[in-house]
């Protein structure tokens, strides 16, 4: 079955760290790009931001209301995407879903999305 | 960046009518390849966003021929000729011309 599963969310302190994770399984996602998007509970979808594949240099890139603080990377061995947060502020919070751009523009897998709530 | 904005905000619709909804974009979508990227995603409670439509008008695999995306340049639109009660949800464009990619508001289409 093809699938993404995003893993890795949690509770953590403003100005803490998480790094989420999207593991793709029965294709590979080496020849794709990956993006995350987010929903804070209640709101529209927001992107986080997209690493492009091999081919292009493994460019990233991201939404202002997260550059220098986020980064995104992945790991083809592992058919593994990762979204580093660091200094997580509490607007922050909210359901992360990874996806990936199938022939360079068919999103079409997500996955379900996993959980960031960020609290003192 | 590029602003999408979504009309209706909300959209009541008797089943077996058909319904519309508008997304316009404040620079044009057309890529020198001469495809429109744009994208329409439906988003039910409680599920990930599911990819309906693709390039403006592009149905995905296994979606219901029903829904159809028009449209070039600033203007698009996702049609259903005749809703189902499994239709109903939040209905989103997202730009995906250039990075930051960015999603229309949202239009929530329930029964009327």
């Known amino acids: 079955e093809v699938q993404l599963v995003e893993s890795g969310g949690g509770l953590v302190q403003p100005g803490g760290s998480l790094r989420l994770s999207c593991a793709a399984s029965g294709f590979s996602l080496s020849g794709s790009t990956v993006h995350w998007v987010r929903q804070a509970s209640g709101k529209g979808l927001e992107w986080v931001g997209q690493i492009r594949d091999k081919y292009n240099t493994y460019a990233t890139a991201y939404a202002a209301s997260v550059e220098g603080r986020f980064t995104i990377s992945r790991d083809d061995s592992k058919n593994t995407a990762y979204l580093q947060m660091n200094s997580l502020k509490t607007e922050d919070t909210a359901v992360y879903y990874c996806t990936h751009s199938r022939s360079g523009y068919v999103r079409d897998v997500w996955g379900k999305g996993t959980t960031v709530s960020v609290s003192s | 960046d590029i602003v999408m904005t979504q009309s209706p905000l909300s959209l009541p619709v008797t089943p077996g009518e058909p319904a519309s909804i508008s997304c316009r974009s404040s620079q044009s979508l057309l890529h020198s390849n001469g495809y429109n990227y744009l994208d329409w995603y439906l988003q039910t409670p409680g599920q990930s966003p599911q990819l309906l439509i693709y390039?403006?008008?592009t149905r995905a695999s296994g979606v219901p021929d029903r829904f159809s995306g028009s449209g070039s340049g600033t203007d698009f639109t996702l049609n259903i000729t005749r809703l189902e009660a499994e239709d109903v949800g939040i209905y989103y464009c997202m730009q995906a011309l250039q990075a930051p990619l960015t999603f229309g508001g949202g239009t929530r289409v329930e029964i009327k």
């Open positions: 390039l403006s008008s």
